[in-house]
């Protein structure tokens, strides 16, 4: 009698989870908040941090996303101009025209990109001439405290 229950219940168990995965198979993702960190000046790593910004978008929908990418320290390389490099304290400037053209790919989609303030005064980068398409609106005190907050409002963190 307690095995004809037991294969019962697992037999429920199962059909439930079956629904359940149908269920959000048809609703797809729903709306998410991310941010994605970069801090390393690696160019090939940075560009394949892009690419998993457009296929997350890809994935959800630009609708259904608020995503944001923090760069501090040695991240600043991803928007800074190479002829810029040798006024600054990074190694990389790695803006090329690919890069840049898909970051107006991103930005076009709604991807906001932050640059941290405690960076481009340690690594004496000026951000309207050295930075490509980094406005005031752009720069953020501090790029870590700016992803715990973003973090402490619901953000889920990645760092490709």
Known sequence: MIKISTLAASLFMAFALLG?????????YGKQKVVYHINYDNPKAQAGALRNIQNHINAVGKDKLDLKVVMHGKGLSLVLEPDALKNTKLKYGNATDVITAKIDGLKQQGVKFNVCANTLRGKKINYEEDLYDVSKADIVPSGVAELAKLQAEGYAYIRP
């Open 20 to 28: 359940t995965q149908s269920v959000l198979a048809q609703q797809g």
